[in-house]
């Protein structure tokens, strides 16, 4: 089986690591400290962080100094999301020494500047594609904002580097991934693609790294991990390749 990377997700709202359900406002449950928790990721061995603003995407605050004394304290890879939509959010992000940004409402409402930041930052960025069937969905995902498959073309043609694709609907579920809507996406471009959204188990994993031939290079592990459906160290060596 050929390796699959993750990416243990912490997720900060008020200060706080939480998860959410269907990325629902007021659906958080807490897990204490980001750092710590991003911490223990990394002692277990991760190889990257997902770091999440959540106020940020929300457009009710921000957590900008939080998030970069986490992403300044890893010695691993950090993806940066959560309310980078113009040049000082995405400045401020950059300047965290992150690896790579999402993008997710910029890339639907102000797609000249994506185009520009793409052609900036090359493989820093990455769009996140946040659906729910087949719409794309913006501002805390609160917005629809136009076809996947129309914006991912778009994207393509801008030299987006790599996608991350969230199914709204399974996002803090424990409900298992949308494995379909990977593979249409994977075939509907060539760039790679990180899943998101609904891994439940060891068998989820596997599910998601057979789809590595297919063009998935990632999946993002969130709730799993901080329900202790299985330990970052099992989930490292079920994808391990
Ligand atoms: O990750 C979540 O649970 C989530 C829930 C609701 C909104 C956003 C969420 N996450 C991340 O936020 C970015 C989008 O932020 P923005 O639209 O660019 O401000 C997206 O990539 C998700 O990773």
Avoid at 46 to 54: K, M, R
Avoid at 141 to 156: F, I, K, N, S
Avoid at 186 to 206: E, I, N, W, Y
Wanted: aromatic share 4%; glycine share 12%; with cysteine.
């Amino acid at each position: 089986m050929p390796k699959l990377e993750l990416l243990p997700a912490v997720d900060v709202r008020d200060g706080q690591a939480v998860r959410l359900v269907h990325g629902e406002s007021g659906s958080e449950t807490s897990y204490g400290s980001p750092l710590e928790a991003a911490l223990a990721w990394q002692r277990a061995g991760a190889e990257w962080l997902h770091l999440v603003d959540l106020d940020a995407a929300f457009g009710t605050g921000d957590n900008r100094a939080l998030i970069a004394e986490v992403a300044g304290a890893m010695d691993i890879k950090v993806e940066l999301s959560g309310g980078i939509r113009d040049d000082a959010s995405l400045a401020a992000a950059l300047a965290t020494g992150c690896r790579r940004v999402n993008l997710g409402t910029a890339a639907l409402e102000t797609p000249e500047w994506v185009a520009k930041v793409i052609a900036e930052h090359g493989d820093q960025i990455a769009v996140g594609l946040d659906v729910r069937g087949t719409t794309l969905r913006g501002r805390g995902w609160t917005r629809d904002g136009g076809d996947l498959y129309e914006t991912l073309a778009r994207l393509d043609s801008e030299g987006c580097a790599r996608y991350v694709v969230t199914d709204i609907a399974k996002d803090g579920t424990l409900q298992g991934p949308n494995l379909e809507l990977l593979k249409n996406v994977c075939a509907a471009t060539d760039k790679p693609v990180v899943a998101s959204g609904g891994v439940s188990s060891l068998d989820d994993l596997r599910a998601i790294a057979s789809l590595v031939p297919d063009g998935v290079e990632g999946a993002i592990v969130g709730k799993a991990l901080y329900a202790k459906a299985f330990t970052l160290e099992e989930a490292l060596q079920a994808v391990s390749g």
